[in-house]
Structure formats: C-alpha cells, structure tokens
C-alpha cells in the first residue's frame, strides 16, 4: 500500500510559478511509474505529466508542455511538479498518483492504483 500526500498548492498570479510536492510512504515507490493530474469542478480528471521509474523519461501534456516539468527523488520518496507560467486555466486541485510498474504511455486514471487526496491551485488573472 502506498500513500500519497500532495503539498504545494496555492493562489498565484498569472505568469507566476509554483512547485507541487508528493511525499509517498508505506513503501518504496523508486519501481513505482508516478504522475500528475488535475480536475476542475464538473469535469473529468485530465492528465498532466507522467515519469518513469527512475526519472529518466518523463512525458506531458500539450497543454502544460514546455511549462511543467515533473521530476522525482527516490532516495527521499518524493516526486515534484514545478508549475511555471501559469495561467487561468490551469487552476484545478491536483492529484498525485503513483502505480507499480508502468510506462510512460499510463495516462489515464484508470491506469493508476493509488492516489492523493489532492492540492488546490488557483491562478488569479
């Protein structure tokens, strides 16, 4: 069993920055693929960024491309979302997932086995 807890999150203005944290416990997650997602109110959780098992490979979405990068530390169970440049749109509580095995093609929710509860972030324009 792996929990997840996500920190970081907050209220930035436009073109601002922010860095999402997921501390993992109960188990080592360096064999785990971990993402990012994020959900806004009344529609479906959407990928963000996924990284493989030892961060060597990671991939995003279009929408974030070139402005997110999520990367992850192993030794201390933690996997990070740097957020820059951000804009309205990206406002949404986002979710940290992890699951055993995987591969950088897992972008779906159904793919993933354990979740976070979660972190509000919230771009003022």
């Known amino acids: 069993q792996v929990t997840l807890v996500e920190s970081g999150g907050g209220l930035v203005q436009t073109g601002g920055s922010l860095k999402l944290s997921c501390a993992a416990s109960?188990?080592?997650?360096?064999?785990?693929?971990m993402g990012w997602f994020r959900q806004t109110p009344g529609k479906e959780r959407e990928f963000v960024a996924v990284?493989?098992?030892?961060?060597?490979?990671?991939y995003s979405a279009d929408s974030v491309k070139g402005r997110f990068t999520i990367s992850r530390d192993n030794a201390k169970n933690l996997v990070y979302l740097q957020m820059s440049s951000l804009k309205p749109e990206d406002t949404a509580v986002y979710y940290c997932?992890?699951?055993?095995?995987?591969?950088?093609?897992?972008?779906?929710?159904?793919?993933?086995?354990?979740w976070g509860q979660g972190t509000q972030v919230t771009v003022s324009s």
């Open positions: 997932a992890a699951v055993g095995g995987g591969n950088l093609y897992y972008r779906r929710v159904s793919q993933y086995d354990f």
């Open positions: 109960g188990r080592s997650i360096s064999s785990y693929t």
């Open positions: 990284i493989d098992w030892n961060g060597a490979l990671t």
